[in-house]
């Protein structure tokens, strides 16, 4: 069985452990040296170092690059550039895989199983297959070992987190590192993910553009997924069809997004590309329920509250709103520097007419405005951003690349106070109760 062993925990420690010794130990001797250190050179070696490595570290990349100075620029640029797809597992590989998930006869559980993958990521790979009923299954299938890479790929970045905090102040990266780590391990849960699929499945069921894979459980394991397949193509096939059709699209990923958020306390924490289709008709096929984050009500009202005191100049509501996500808010200083960033993500929200996400087709803006943010909270002492802040934030983000890489022009304000006008926090902490409930999550 593929489990966090102690041979494999040494072996991950051992590859990821001198990619970062060997980082770190080399800016430490400029240091002593008195040569100047560049973060550009660094982060290149460091990305060259892990490349080859893929699983966690991956994900971990894709993760950081959309959370605003976790990294310096210099870093999430050269990490992004980790290919998404890893190499897939050869079919010999597959089927002792499949042996160890479904037992000896696994294959006969099965109509058709494709020996190539359809598709390869950082945790695991899919096969296309049908089932003895005619349905056409995904089986996410996880590489092996992954428990010792994930374990050993977050203990090296605390050591990449470490070393960017000797030279750069201004985020103290000690929740996010908390954040992730919780995060990552849960995705290496496979039933865990089933049930976040069925929770998906129960929040979104009156959305009829957007669609949700059912899981089969007596074909799953903890490492071995299948679900229903879901017909669709990569959302960037789509960037140039008619505005008509593209509005719909960004309507449709609003919803699937935040109707969860706002009505449930639910985020899916993961927007990268990879991670839905779309259908010929707009409609959105939502995948990958391994990044999903739960938040108490409170934390959610913050979020609407910190929107009201950005759109009223209230500057106690804003103390109010960040203090209840788990922000420290020392002076008035920190706190303007803090509502520079929330305008920037509220902005859209703000007027009720019409518009593109931003008023640009690049995120040039937006890396202007954390660059200053990040300038400011270096002067200032820095902040620790609470765990909570991670995934919303990475969402915010991820989710308006995409409406800005496809141009879309809706009336966010409106999108925004459909689901929030009617904001209740007992009623979200009922609904939220009974559907964790429902899908097992939580118990009675």
């Known amino acids: 069985m ?51 490595l893929k699983g966690p570290v991956m994900k971990l990349a894709q993760i950081l690059a959309t959370v605003p100075d976790a990294l310096p620029a210099e870093y999430t640029q050269e990490l992004a550039q980790l290919q998404a797809d890893a190499p897939a597992m050869g079919w010999p590989f597959v089927k002792r895989r499949m042996k160890t998930e479904l037992g000896s006869e696994w294959l006969d559980l099965f109509s058709s199983f494709e020996k190539t993958a359809s598709f390869a990521a950082s945790l695991g790979q899919v096969h296309r297959a049908e089932d003895h009923d005619g349905s056409i299954l995904a089986c996410k299938l996880q590489y092996p070992d992954m428990a010792s890479a994930v374990e050993a790929d977050l203990r090296q970045l605390k050591i990449i987190f470490a070393l960017y905090r000797r030279y750069d102040q201004a985020i103290d990266p000690t929740q996010i590192h908390q954040e992730l780590s919780e995060r990552l391990r849960e995705e290496l849960d496979y039933d865990r993910e089933a049930r976040h699929m069925k929770l998906y499945g129960h929040m979104l069921k ?71 289709t779309v259908c010929p008709d707009g409609s959105l096929n939502l995948l990958d329920f391994g990044c999903v984050r739960v938040f108490k009500p409170d934390f959610v009202k913050g979020i609407i509250d910190l929107y009201k005191a950005v759109r009223d100049n209230d500057r106690d509501l804003a103390v109010y709103a960040y203090e209840t996500w788990g922000f420290d808010i020392p002076n008035n200083e920190v706190l303007e520097v803090l509502n520079q960033w929330a305008r920037y993500i509220y902005t859209p929200l703000l007027e009720d007419k019409t518009r593109r996400i931003h008023d640009t087709d690049s995120g040039a803006y937006g890396a202007g405005v954390a660059a200053k943010v990040h300038r400011e909270l270096n002067r200032l002492g820095g902040i620790m951003p609470p765990r909570e802040f991670v995934l919303v934030d990475r969402a915010a983000i991820g989710l308006g690349s995409v409406f800005m890489r496809i141009k879309a022009e809706v009336n966010w304000y409106r999108l925004f106070h459909n689901l929030i006008d009617d904001f209740d926090e007992v009623a979200l902490a009922k609904r939220q109760k009974e559907a964790l409930c429902k899908v097992g999550l939580i118990g009675e």
């Not at 991950?12 to 990619?19: E, N």
């Not at 009829?208 to 679900?227: G, V």
């Open 2 to 52: 593929d489990e966090n062993t102690f041979k494999g925990r040494v072996k991950r420690y051992t590859r990821v452990g001198y990619a970062a010794s060997k980082a770190a130990g080399k800016y430490a001797g400029l240091r002593v040296l008195g040569l100047p250190f560049s973060k550009s050179d660094h982060a290149d070696e460091l990305r060259r170092a892990l490349g080859g």
């Open 206 to 276: 009156n959305e009829d553009h957007i669609h949700i894979p059912i899981p089969k459980a007596e074909l799953s394991t903890s490492r071995l997924l299948c679900m229903t397949w879901l017909e669709g193509k990569p959302l960037l096939e789509f960037a140039q069809d008619n505005r008509e059709f593209r509005d719909q699209l960004a309507l449709n990923m609003f919803r699937a997004w935040y109707t969860p958020l706002y009505r449930y306390g639910v985020i899916h924490g993961d927007p990268h590309l990879g991670n839905y």
